[in-house]
């Protein structure tokens, strides 16, 4: 396994499109999380799943937004009725129980149009 | 909550010029400290991390961090730079809520990194 993978890596939407991006975590990881990153800042925690169980969501996390991870295994992040603002980084990581630190994929770039 | 302050946005340095990116958190529990880099259109990787023990960590690529509890700083340094070593760090903290974590990261706003020759 090399590594968290996240799929597409860019995404040109239209504003009221919908969006649903993918991460595949570290086989062996249980935690996985999503970030969001606009320019010039540092990442936002959004949500985070522990095996299947969505544990934390942040306020950041408006209705349009919604995660799954089914299996427990990828996880995906949709976005409904994109919004301008919603232009950003999506950042996918995973972590293990017990591991402080979380792995970070390459992100999935989002612009709304 | 927690909360990270990088103090400079942007620091830039000549080649072989050593060089301090600071970061100071807030925190009313123990917290473990990390530094990511963030190359252009990329993710982040984890350069070094504090989690107990002595407070001089060193990570890749040359660099190295001082945990100062007192001052509640995490400062990262390399004695010499490489123009590869361009990029955006992050500093960023995660609870330690009594030796496990819960693996949630609060991260800083990021220094830019610009090395010239």
């Known amino acids: 396994d090399t590594g968290v993978s996240q799929n597409p890596r860019h995404k040109i939407t239209k504003r009221g499109q919908n969006v649903t991006f993918r991460c595949d975590p570290i086989?062996?990881?249980?935690?996985l999380y999503w970030y969001r990153q606009t320019l010039g800042q540092g990442p936002e925690f959004l949500t985070y799943?522990?095996?299947?169980?969505?544990?934390?969501k942040s306020r950041l996390l408006s209705d349009r937004f919604s995660a799954e991870r089914p299996k427990g295994s990828f996880s995906t992040l949709e976005i409904q009725r994109t919004e301008q603002g919603d232009s950003a980084m999506y950042l996918c990581?995973?972590?293990?129980?017990?591991?402080?630190?979380?792995?970070f994929g390459q992100g999935t770039r989002l612009t709304v149009v | 909550a927690q909360s990270v302050t990088q103090l400079d946005s942007q620091v830039p340095v000549f080649e072989e010029a050593p060089v301090e990116l600071r970061c100071n958190y807030s925190?009313?529990?123990?917290?473990?400290l990390f530094w990511y880099v963030q190359y252009p259109n990329q993710g982040l990787q984890l350069l070094l991390k504090?989690?107990?023990?002595?407070?001089l960590v060193k990570g890749i690529n040359g660099f190295e961090a001082e945990f100062n509890k007192s001052q509640t700083s995490f400062h990262l340094r390399k004695p010499s730079v490489h123009i590869s070593d361009t990029a955006e760090y992050f500093c960023a903290v995660n609870r330690n809520a009594g030796g496990t974590s819960y693996g949630k990261l609060t991260f800083g706003q990021g220094t830019i990194l610009t090395v010239h020759p």
């Open positions: 799943f522990q095996n299947e169980a969505q544990l934390e």
């Open positions: 925190s009313s529990v123990s917290v473990y």
């Open positions: 990581a995973s972590s293990s129980t017990g591991l402080p630190e979380a792995f």
């Open positions: 086989s062996e990881h249980n935690r």
């Open positions: 504090y989690l107990s023990g002595s407070t």
